[in-house]
C-alpha cells in the first residue's frame, strides 16, 4: 500500500516569514495530493490539493507543487501569520480523489509573533 | 447547513465493554470513512464505504467493524475495546461527484481502561 513521509514533525517561524512542508510517497499510482490543516481541537479542512498532471497550484499565500519524478510534494505558506499556527497533514490516493486516502504524520507548524 | 455528525464526542469505557460510535451527513454523500488519529502517526483509515451495504477495509480495521445499512449512517463498532484502541477518531465524508472534498466530523475521543 501506500506510504507517506511528512517533514519536519514541528516547524517555528517568525510572522512574516515563509514556511514549507514536505512529503514523499511511495505509490506510483498516486495522483491526487491534498493537504488539510487541523486547528487545535478542531477537525481537519481541506486547504489545498494538486493532481498528478500539474506541478504547482497557488491559492493567495498557499501553494502546493509535485515532483511525481521524485515522488514528493510540497506545501509553502508565505508571509505567515499566527492563525496558521495549527498541525498540516499531507495526503496521496490512487483513486484521483478524498477516497482512500493515506495521510502523513502531520507537521506541528508554529508562527511567533 | 451541512455536516457530519459524530457522537459521543469523548467517551471513556473499560477493556471488553462493547461500543458504538455513530456518525451521520445529511448532505447526501455516497462516501463515509473512518479514521483514526494518534500522535505521530497521522490519520489512519480504518474503514470505508463507497454506498449502502458496500464496505471496505482501511489501513487499520483490526478490531472494528461498521456497517452501512442506510445513506447517512456509518457507525463504527467496537466489540472488545481493548486500550490500544484509545484514540481520536474521526468521520468523514464525500460526494462522489464532488469528490476532492472530504467533510470531517467533531471528532470522538475514546479512552479504554
Known amino acids: ?113 | 447547513e451541512a455536516q457530519v455528525t459524530q457522537n459521543p464526542r469523548y467517551l471513556i469505557t473499560v477493556t471488553g465493554k462493547k461500543l458504538t460510535v455513530t456518525c451521520s451527513q445529511n448532505m447526501n454523500h455516497e462516501y463515509m470513512s473512518w479514521y483514526r488519529q494518534d500522535p505521530g502517526l497521522g490519520l489512519r483509515q480504518i474503514y470505508y464505504s463507497m454506498n449502502v451495504e458496500v464496505t471496505d477495509k482501511g489501513d487499520v480495521p483490526e478490531g472494528y467493524k461498521v456497517s452501512r445499512k442506510e445513506k447517512r449512517n456509518f457507525p463504527l463498532i467496537l466489540e472488545s475495546p481493548s486500550p490500544n484502541q484509545t484514540s481520536l477518531y474521526f468521520c468523514a465524508s464525500s460526494s462522489l461527484y464532488d469528490f476532492e472534498k472530504l467533510f470531517f466530523g467533531s471528532g470522538t475521543q475514546l479512552s479504554v481502561l
Do not use: M
Open chain 1, 1 to 113: 500500500g501506500e506510504n507517506v513521509e511528512q517533514h519536519p514533525s514541528t516547524l517555528s517561524v517568525q510572522e512574516g516569514d515563509s514556511a514549507v512542508i514536505k512529503c514523499t510517497y511511495s505509490d506510483s499510482a498516486s495522483n491526487y495530493f491534498p493537504w488539510y490543516k487541523q486547528e487545535l481541537g478542531k477537525r481537519p479542512q481541506l486547504i489545498i490539493d494538486i493532481r498528478s498532471n500539474v506541478g504547482e497550484k497557488k491559492d493567495q499565500r498557499i501553494a502546493v507543487t509535485l515532483n511525481k519524478t521524485a515522488k514528493h510534494f510540497s506545501l509553502h505558506i508565505t508571509e505567515t501569520q499566527p492563525e496558521d499556527s495549527a498541525v498540516y497533514f499531507c495526503a496521496a490516493s490512487p483513486s484521483g480523489s478524498a477516497r482512500q486516502l493515506t495521510f502523513g504524520s502531520g507537521t506541528q507548524l508554529t508562527v511567533l509573533p
